[in-house]
């Protein structure tokens, strides 16, 4: 039982280390269209935070698959997918020449993003609390209806 909480533990810091990543690469993108930053500056803001994300979004699906977290995993799949084609086409950085011509696609983009790890962010705070509260309860079986 004290191996699920840590799971959920670290799924809750990983999920916020998403959520804020994502905030600042909107407002990066946000800042850059108000003209507050340079291209060369926002992208290279962005594309340092690129693979840190592709990273944490990869570990934390393979964690719930070996973790037999099937609804997890099923939900963080399809963007770890999504992420995965990006980095083999060699589209997932931000090109500094062709920032302002995608801006609005990437600004969408980002948004899907960010509404989808708050969406995670909110399923894996619900399970930590529902495992907390069971760990310290010692009641298993009822761990296992959710």
Known sequence: ??????LWILSFFVSLALVASVFYQVIC????????????E??????RLILPEFILQGSICILFLLTWHWVFFLVALPVTCYHAMLYKERRHLIDVTEVF?????EKKLRFTKLGFYIVLFIMVVFRLTLSAVYSFTEDDDLLHLF
């Open 42 to 47: 926002t992208s290279s803001r962005i594309n």
């Open 1 to 6: 039982m004290a191996w699920d909480l840590f």
């Open 101 to 105: 011509r995608g801006i609005s696609f």
């Open 29 to 40: 993108l946000t800042d850059l269209e108000a003209d507050y930053l340079n291209p060369f």
